[in-house]
Nanobody, 125 residues
Framework: QLQASGGGLVQAGGSLRLSCASSARTFSNNVMGWFRQAPGKERDIVAAIDWSGTTYYTDSVKGRFTISRDNAKNTVYLQMNSLKPEDTAVYYC?????????????????????WGQGTQVTVSS
């Protein structure tokens, strides 16, 4: 139901754009999130966007990453600039299919019912 793409290997300071296509008919009313999980660590939120376009970013990516959505394409994006080695992780997109929840209420992985397959992002120093 969620198909993520766009990961890869990039040098520090570089950029990548992740995409996540959803097959849900309710996409425009859903919260979409990007999470990441580094080896030996928990899966944590990176950014999320709700139906109104309100966004949330974890502190470590503010000013560097931008989440956006295209409801006509049922796709959410994560533009990652000024990448750092500590951004290295598997990145997952996730969807909560409830009707128009606020992004502030969807900051934890357990609140998302649908997940993409994960895409590896590796930032070399």
């Amino acid at each position: 139901q969620l198909q993520a793409s766009g990961g890869g290997l990039v040098q520090a300071g570089g950029s990548l754009r992740l995409s996540c296509a959803s097959s849900a008919r309710t996409f425009s009313n859903n919260v979409m999130g990007w999470f990441r999980q580094a080896p030996g660590k928990e899966r944590d939120i990176v950014a999320a966007i709700d139906w109104s376009g309100t966004t949330y970013y974890t502190d470590s990516v503010k000013g560097r990453f931008t989440i956006s959505r295209d409801n006509a394409k049922n796709t959410v994006y994560l533009q990652m600039n000024s990448l750092k080695p500590e951004d290295t992780a598997v990145y997952y997109c996730a969807a909560d299919l409830t009707y128009r929840p606020s992004v502030s209420s969807r900051l934890y992985p357990s609140l998302y019912g649908y997940w993409g397959q994960g895409t590896q992002v590796t930032v070399s120093s």
